[in-house]
């Protein structure tokens, strides 16, 4: 049998119709640059979020760097962040001439660990942190009621990389009541993907900012345009930062499935959870599974005392399932070779990158590093079937009893 990590093509075959139209409106149209189509896209994805504004961009790498640039960093400053993510956290720092200093993650869910942070912060003497930078990795939140608290206290911008959690949901507590959150809502702004891979993907690059801050918004729209306001009339320099129509319209068809794909995506991680369990393999410790912190049937998880009915169903959206395994890297090879998809995510921590030098390579951050080198994706999307996802534990069974 032949489980690929990702498979989009079941996907366009119950999309096509609306999705071609959708391109053809906008060629038809000629408007090829911004556009109702875009602009439609916007109310709507900000509208999902629970926040008043979205401004569409050309990546979500691009959504990073326009945000940094809104809030003037450069040179000189520092910006907190995880050292375990997608290049783009901190290459957008680096592009700005600023400097990411970063805290290590949490072992269960792989986010930046606030106790870490707060560590970091109160050893800025020189108060060089000029913007806190969390990430929602694989699908679930940072721990934002905590983050938000040091960001309050030092008074720093929080801008969330929520690229790959796209309506998930956190218990925010302010102290007085919890209010279940999206991501990307909870600080200044969030900052999406629309990558092809992501649970809300285009067909090619996107991205999005949102925010509730009208000023903030207004000075992304902006700096997307070159810094033009009004046009032709540069009062700073900003980018060529746009989203594309085509983009736009394709997006605007598939976010209409996007909390059908959410739910799938947890059924299949709800699915692994029995099958490895059956297995063994869990028992034996030849592997951890992915963690769900905020579940509501969660022992482990946030008291409920307070939050709004029926919130916190996206509490995980699994754009990424990933275990930490023993003897990871044979593993790997032993899946490929029985047509098993599979991936790394990611293989080097960020201090680890050889584009920064020597000056991070006396520095370690256990826990980041360890992820790097025990963990794997398996794959998780919507359409995968229960058949492919049994073949997939009984191979990574056969492999550690073989």
């Known amino acids: 049998m032949k489980v690929p990590l990702l498979d989009l093509k079941q996907q366009l075959s119950y999309l096509r119709h609306d ?11 000629m408007i090829c640059i911004q556009g109702p189509e875009v602009a439609g896209f916007e109310q709507d994805l900000a509208a999902y979020c629970g926040v008043d504004y979205g401004v569409g961009v050309s990546s979500g790498t691009d959504a990073l760097l326009v945000s940094m640039m809104a809030l003037g960093i450069g040179p000189g400053d520092q910006v907190l962040t995880t050292p375990y993510s997608f290049f783009a956290t901190m290459g957008v720092v680096l592009r700005l001439g600023a400097t990411p200093v970063f805290a290590d993650i949490d072992p269960v869910t792989f986010n930046i660990d606030p106790r870490v942070m707060e560590e970091v912060l109160a050893g800025d003497h020189e108060r060089k942190i000029k913007a806190i930078l969390p990430v929602h990795l694989y699908g679930q939140c940072a721990d934002m009621s905590a983050i938000m608290k040091l960001a309050g206290q030092y008074n720093l911008p ?10 998930a949901e ?4 302010d102290g007085v009541k919890v209010t279940w959150s999206k991501a990307g809502t909870m600080g200044l702004a969030g900052c999406f993907s629309f990558f092809p891979s ?7 690059d996107g991205g ?16 997307l345009n070159h810094g033009a306001s009004p046009k032709y009339y540069h009062g700073e320099v900003g980018g060529n930062f746009r989203l594309d129509p085509i983009q736009a319209a394709v997006l605007a068809v598939k976010l209409k499935f996007l909390e059908q794909w959410h739910q799938a995506r947890r059924e299949n991680a709800d699915r692994y959870q029995a099958l490895f369990v059956e297995s063994g393999l869990v028992r034996d410790k030849l592997l951890v599974l992915p963690h769900a912190v905020y579940r509501a049937d969660n022992e482990a998880g946030p008291s409920r005392n307070g939050e709004q009915k ?3 169903a996206n509490y995980h959206i699994y754009n990424q399932y990933v275990l930490r395994v023993k003897n990871r890297d044979a593993l790997v090879a032993w899946l490929r070779s029985q047509d098993i998809g599979c991936e790394i995510y990611y293989p080097l921590a960020l201090h680890q990158q050889k584009c ?22 398996l794959p998780i999307f919507p359409e995968l079937s229960a058949d492919m996802q049994a073949y997939v534990v009984e191979k990574i069974a056969e492999f550690y009893r073989q």
């Open 19 to 29: 999705m071609l139209e959708a391109v053809t409106r906008v060629i038809d149209s």
């Open 310 to 312: 029926g919130a916190g």
């Open 170 to 173: 956190y218990p925010l507590d």
């Open 208 to 223: 999005m900012v949102v925010t509730q801050n009208a000023v903030f918004a207004d000075k992304i729209r902006i700096l």
């Open 356 to 377: 920064l030098g020597p000056n991070l390579s006396v520095v370690s951050f256990p826990e980041a590093e360890r992820a790097a080198a025990e963990t794997i994706a």
């Open 158 to 167: 929080v801008v969330e990389d929520a690229a790959q959690a796209i309506g």
């Open 198 to 204: 992501k649970n809300l993907g285009g067909i090619g």
